[in-house]
């Protein structure tokens, strides 16, 4: 799977330290390699609710959370929001 990066996505990364980036960076593309595998477990779900239809999270540690949609006619994962649990879901 491609991976695609939204422009609040980047701007989002930049609010981390480096060894967070780098945490983000990994899981995303390890989420790109075994999207169907990670489904079936807690680290990836789809999300509720009619603002986030078709969205998924990503948790990346304790505290982190992708927010991304697959856009399914090139099979691209495109990453919407990344931020701190507590913030992520109001902004």
């Given amino acids: 799977m491609k991976i695609g990066y939204s422009e609040q996505s980047i701007k989002d990364l930049k609010r981390f330290n480096a060894v967070e980036r780098i945490l ?3 899981k995303i593309e390890y989420l790109a390699e075994n999207f169907t ?3 079936q477990t807690k680290k990836v779900r789809e999300l509720k609710g009619t603002e986030f239809n078709g969205q998924y999270r990503l948790t990346v540690a304790r505290k982190i959370r ?3 949609r697959i856009e ?3 099979i691209i994962i495109l990453i919407l929001r990344i931020g701190k649990r507590k ?3 109001n902004e």
């Fill in 24 to 26: 983000v960076a990994k």
């Fill in 37 to 39: 595998l990670l489904k």
């Fill in 72 to 74: 399914s006619e090139e």
């Fill in 87 to 89: 913030d992520i879901y």
């Fill in 66 to 68: 992708v927010i991304f």
